[in-house]
């Protein structure tokens, strides 16, 4: 099994839109283009547009070859904690040569990766190898609201 969680690409700092910017845009199309090929049959990601946009260029490229669950994520942390629980269920049910693709937000993707090497490292599952791909999280003295 291979996982890769990132953050959404980028989006306006500066702005309570949730769209991403033209740079976001061109991030999500590279990663359509490193992925289009690589066999991921799933992809996770909030109900947020900007989670939304960085997948719709590799949904494109994948077509119907490519699941996307959307699970909502609050501010809580209980609903936090919840969007965690249901990622990693919804990984936990793929094959173990499956290819997924979660995109999540600086507060969800470390506890999502941390989660899944813990569920994925279970002897029951010995058998898989999981690897994670993950892109650093914008520092919160950089995100003035505090908000993936």
Avoid: W
């Avoid at 690589?38 to 077509?63: D, F, W």
Wanted: glycine residues 4%.
């Amino acid at each position: 099994m291979m996982v890769l969680a990132l953050r959404h690409a980028e989006r306006p700092l500066d702005s309570d839109d949730d769209v991403l910017t033209e740079a976001g845009r061109e991030r999500a199309k590279l990663l359509a283009r490193m992925l289009k090929d690589s066999g991921v049959s799933l992809a996770c990601r909030s109900q947020y547009v900007r989670a939304r946009e960085t997948l719709e260029p590799l949904k494109q490229a994948r077509g119907d070859a490519l699941v996307v669950q959307e699970f909502s994520v609050g501010n809580t942390p209980e609903q936090i904690e919840a969007h965690v629980q249901q990622v990693v269920l919804a990984v936990k049910s793929q094959h173990d040569d499956a290819v997924i693709v979660v995109v999540g937000h600086t507060n969800t993707v470390p506890l999502i990766i941390k989660e899944l090497g813990e569920v994925l490292s279970d002897k029951s599952l010995t058998k898989s190898s999981t690897s994670f791909l993950s892109f650093p999280p914008i520092p919160s003295s950089q995100n003035p609201r505090g908000h993936c």
